[in-house]
T-cell receptor, first 114, second 114 residues
């Protein structure tokens, strides 16, 4: 059974039109992460939530926002998508933020901007 | 700086051993990870090694760590067609101790020929 579920798997949005990607988890983990993975590149952390505490990476553009209304759900909002935002977006969870804690990844949402 | 380097492609024949190499830059990294990504899927943690270890074996997987040279390798014995995927090396930075500070390489695409 899928433990980290991302919807939709594929999303097409128009240039400049706000879009929201969703992630849900059945693991009851405290930490949820959003990564951006562009073609042939390494996944890059955008931000993460430890419970309700939001942690933004220094180089994450303001165009990217996140919401975590409860333990199970986390959303990635792209306020004005540009062509350069086309990528695979990966959600992950972990029980804690200790370094030896495994991160569980969803299958990703592939975003296309037209 | 933070950088994880991997060769981008590796091709082997079924039944042979595969060795995927990685170099990292942060000597204070406490844990080093190997993730597998199958086409269209998220990342799956394969194995990890703590920085005070030289080797870790888990069934067909052997991880070797050379801290002096900051070199990590993943050996897959008796490689199968189902092992075809992209393999990401990742290090976790020491500051903060957060899983969110995973730094990924660009991934090595392993192709297994029958």
């Amino acid at each position: 059974d899928a433990m980290v579920i991302q919807n939709p798997r594929y999303q097409v949005t128009q240039f400049g039109k706000p879009v929201t990607l969703s992630c849900s988890q059945t693991l009851n983990h405290n930490v949820m992460y959003w990564y951006q993975q562009k073609s042939s590149q390494a996944p890059k952390l955008l931000f993460h939530y430890y419970d309700k505490d939001f942690n933004n990476e220094a180089d994450t553009p303001d165009n990217f926002q996140s919401r975590r209304p409860n333990t199970s759900f986390c959303f990635l909002d792209i306020r004005s998508p540009g062509l350069g935002d086309a990528a695979m977006y990966l959600c992950a969870t972990s029980e804690t933020v200790r370094v030896n804690t495994e991160a569980f990844f969803g299958q990703g949402t592939r975003l296309t901007v037209v | 700086g933070e950088d994880v380097e991997q060769s981008l492609f590796l091709s082997v024949r079924e039944g042979d051993s595969s060795v995927i190499n990685c170099t990292y830059t942060d000597s204070s990294s406490t844990y080093l990870y190997w993730y597998k990504q199958e086409p269209g899927a998220g990342l799956q943690l394969l194995t990890y090694i703590f920085s005070n270890m030289d080797m870790k074996q888990d069934q067909r997987l052997t991880v070797l760590l050379n801290k002096k040279d900051k070199h990590l390798s993943l050996r897959i014995a008796d490689t199968q067609t189902g092992d075809s995927a992209i393999y990401f090396c990742a290090e976790i930075l020491n500051y903060g101790g957060s899983q969110g500070n995973l730094i990924f390489g660009k991934g090595t695409k392993l192709s297994v020929k029958p």
